[in-house]
């Protein structure tokens, strides 16, 4: 790992002194144990706080929008993917963003660590190539990595940037022989009513602070449907049925665009499973329109053209 | 001031007796975070916890209050009157810094100026018992800001863990007569405030985190066109995680819900990091970028709060530090303010 930052920092020097970017963002060390930043360095001194470590669980791409100078971007495999789907929907140029691509084994979810102590703070945390060790006021505790990774990460099939200018260090081994939609598949079995029970389960958690939204890099739209008012589509507070509405409609609107790269999950402060919707509207996609989001320049997503063969079995 | 002991043994049981005659909040565990909810019985509360997910100022100001009902009828309009609370409360297990934050609001909500009779009909009706901190976390700042991990500002009884029992401190007389009717408090012995004393100091001392937070406001007075808010803005998303999970934020937004001839006024949490939050009817937005919104949250806390109320919006609580989906640290914001 220390090789890669090292690796992310000469990279970005180069090209901020070359001047080939007027701005790289990455991620720099954060104030908490297992923590990383989002980091927008301008000049070539400032590159050197740029890091790269099994925390750096933010997707950056949520930063490249209406921007007027070029940008080199840190970025992992699903990170690309919403570039991929950003350059696709035509917010950003392909020839704007440098994309500096980095392999990637998963990220850590620091959540499923402080369940697991059970209240007790990490006050440092040392990341070693399988491991970490954890320590608190009265503990030292080793954990391995890939068994307190993201959700997202488990299920991830593309570790390796997809489409990248310049890649860090090696490709690494992409995830094989699982099935990414065992849970959904699980979910889909039970019935209705426990389905209905579960999704408001979760979603009464609620808040309606929006954090999944605004960490969604597709989620872009000048007026979201939530702040509008004329007509007004859904209530502000906390109700059960308003909240509902919001998690389902959000889900829809990023039907066939979402990459799961988990920045929803990560960002929600109550904990919410929000990929129990997105990971079955993906399946569904893959299956009606044999369709994946973020991985070629060139397809159209399936809600923005028609097919004649497109699946119409709901016409009876 | 007044001081007895309570045995933690005999805490469940105190809290079953208080719940026949009070409305009782205490945290809670809830999947793998706590809040403060009400309780039906006093097992239900947890009594060894850092601070709850959502801070408690929504026992006193809800996420979302009905202001009035109202109907359209043959004879005219008809207006009912919020359900103000029926029963006396008490919130038991609230921290200093939590409760220190309902002083801060008070001066928002129950001032000359303005009385809401909404929070006030809350606040005068509850008791708030208070659990000190013996070990701070390390995002914990409340000393800083005036606070304490064992002050008694804000509560009416603070209660100290020094093993098997707590010393309760009798902050107010509301405190004091309350301390008088419940047996379970007993006469307290010098081996035990000696013990409460070494707890206090101790804690104090575990207060690691620190920003010298009196000089803020001068440097905030000059700096309202300075550069510094262009790069400062920059990682933040703009959602309302810490302005929702803040224990003195108290923006909020009015809206109706109707259907057809009946509907409802309701009060509803709202956020300056919105957009939405300072755009005119006219168009105008004199916020319009996340710096703007963003420089304005560092104001209103340590300028404009201190301006108008001598105090600085924050608790030192650290829950936005915490929960911040891109690690915005206000203590680094704030230290870069005192290095300019």
């Excluded at chain 1, 950003?86 to 020839?95: A, F, S, T, Y």
């Excluded at chain 1, 939530?226 to 049925?241: E, F, R, Y």
């Excluded at chain 2, 010298?212 to 703009?238: A, S, Y």
């Amino acid at each position: 790992m220390p090789d890669t930052s090292v690796m992310i920092r000469d990279t970005a020097k180069k090209l901020l002194d070359e001047k080939r970017v007027d701005l790289i963002i990455g991620f720099e060390r954060g104030t908490l144990p297992l923590c990383s930043s989002p980091c927008f360095t301008r000049r070539s001194e400032e590159a050197e706080r740029l890091i790269w470590n099994a925390s750096c669980e933010n997707n950056l791409a949520k930063y490249l929008r209406r921007r007027e100078e070029k940008v080199g971007i840190v970025a992992k495999g699903c990170d690309i993917r919403s570039i991929i789907g950003l350059i696709k929907e035509q917010q950003i140029d392909r020839e704007q963003v440098f994309i500096i691509g980095v392999p990637c084994n998963g990220m850590i979810d620091r959540r499923k660590i402080e369940a697991k102590l059970d209240g007790k703070e990490i006050l440092e945390a040392e990341e070693e190539d399988e491991t970490v060790i954890l320590k608190g006021r009265d503990f030292t505790e080793a954990i391995k990595k890939e068994e307190f990774l993201h959700n997202s990460c488990k299920t991830c099939n593309h570790r390796n940037p997809v489409i990248y200018d310049v890649l860090i260090g090696d490709k690494v081994e992409e995830n094989q022989g699982f099935d990414e939609y065992k849970e959904v598949k699980e979910f889909e079995a039970q019935s209705a009513d426990r389905r209905w029970q579960s999704f408001t389960n979760e979603v009464s958690k609620c808040i309606r602070c929006y954090a999944c939204r605004n960490a969604c890099p597709l989620c872009y739209c000048q007026e979201c449907f939530v702040d509008s008012s004329q007509p007004q589509w859904i209530g502000k507070t906390t109700n059960l049925s308003d909240t509902s509405i919001f998690h389902i409609v959000r889900a829809f609107h990023t039907a066939g665009r979402c990459v799961d790269c988990g920045a929803c999950e990560r960002a929600c402060p109550m904990g919410i499973d929000i990929r129990k919707l997105t990971k079955k509207i993906e399946k569904d996609v893959k299956e009606l329109f044999h369709y994946e989001a973020g991985v070629s320049l060139e397809d159209i997503p399936p809600l923005a053209t028609f097919n004649p063969d497109d699946p119409q079995e709901f016409i009876k | 001031m007044k001081e007895m002991k309570i045995a933690k043994n005999e805490v469940v049981s105190f809290l079953d007796s208080l719940i026949r005659e009070y409305k009782v909040f205490a945290p809670v565990k809830r999947d793998s975070f706590v809040v403060f909810q009400e309780i039906h019985s006093g097992s239900e509360a947890l009594l060894d916890y850092a601070n709850s997910k959502k801070p408690p100022k929504e026992i006193f100001f809800p996420q979302s209050e009905v202001m009035f009902a109202y109907s359209l009828h043959g004879e005219g309009l008809g207006i009912e009157e919020p359900a103000f609370e029926e029963k006396p409360r008490v919130i038991f297990g609230i921290r200093p810094c939590d409760a220190r934050s309902l002083v801060i609001l008070d001066d928002i909500f129950n001032s000359e100026m303005y009385k809401d009779v909404y929070y006030i009909d809350k606040r005068e009706k509850t008791l708030v018992i208070a659990t000190g901190c013996n070990q701070p976390n390390s995002t914990c700042f409340c000393t800083s800001l005036g606070g304490g991990p064992f002050s008694r500002d804000g509560s009416d009884l603070l209660l100290v863990d020094i093993g098997q029992e707590y010393v309760v401190q009798a902050v107010t007389e509301k405190g004091e007569q309350f301390l008088k009717k419940h047996s379970e408090f007993k006469d307290v012995d010098e081996h035990s405030l000696s013990l409460m004393r070494n707890v206090i100091e101790t804690a104090g001392a575990l207060i690691k985190s620190k920003v010298e937070t009196e000089e803020i406001k001068e440097k905030l007075d000059r700096m309202f066109d300075d550069p510094f808010w262009d790069l400062v803005h920059e990682k933040c998303l703009g959602c309302a995680i810490c302005t929702y999970l803040c224990p003195t934020c108290h923006c909020f937004d009015i809206a109706d819900e109707a259907t057809d001839h009946r509907g409802k006024r309701i009060r509803i949490w709202d956020s300056c990091a919105f957009p939405m939050f300072t755009l005119e009817a006219s168009g105008v937005n004199p916020r319009p970028t996340n710096k703007e919104r963003t420089r304005q949250r560092i104001m209103h806390k340590f300028k404009y709060f201190v301006d108008n109320h001598g105090m600085a919006a924050c608790v030192g609580c650290g829950r936005c530090i915490k929960e911040c989906p891109v690690n915005l640290d206000i203590r680094a914001v704030l230290n870069s303010i005192l290095n300019r």
